[in-house]
């Protein structure tokens, strides 16, 4: 009966890195205008099964950073060099290196009533 176990246990560790947590590392945080919102920008280590995302999301200025609760509007597969800026209370920039679109997993137009613009820069 073990041995029947042990090749589901072992998927099972594969896909979820045996209950270790993800490690994220803030690297840019921006308040809006207003002051009730801030994008943040970081990067998500789960290990070495996974490649590391960098990640921009939108969040009450009041909380506190946990990428696990975020509203993720940008996820990028590797580390990446992104840019995020204001352009008025009610909408958002998000500047990636151009050429990397088919690294993007996700790419939100709009959370919480924000309209999300991006562009990607070349030579970023």
């Not at 809006?32 to 280590?45: L, N, T, Y």
């Amino acid at each position: 009966m073990m041995q029947s176990l042990l090749p589901s246990f072992v998927v099972c560790c594969v896909l979820t890195s045996c209950g270790m947590k993800c490690e994220d590392t803030k690297k840019v945080e921006v308040a809006s205008p207003s002051g009730k919102h801030k994008v943040i920008v970081f990067e998500r280590d789960c290990g070495a099964t996974t490649p590391i995302s960098t990640i921009v999301a939108l969040v009450p200025a009041d909380s506190t950073f946990d990428g696990e609760k975020s509203s993720r509007l940008f996820v990028i597969r590797g580390p990446a060099h992104i840019k995020v800026s204001w352009k008025s209370n009610k909408e958002a920039l998000v500047q990636y290196p151009a050429g990397l679109e088919e690294d993007i997993f996700t790419k939100e137009a709009a959370s919480e009533g924000i309209a999300i613009v991006y562009e990607g820069i070349v030579g970023h």
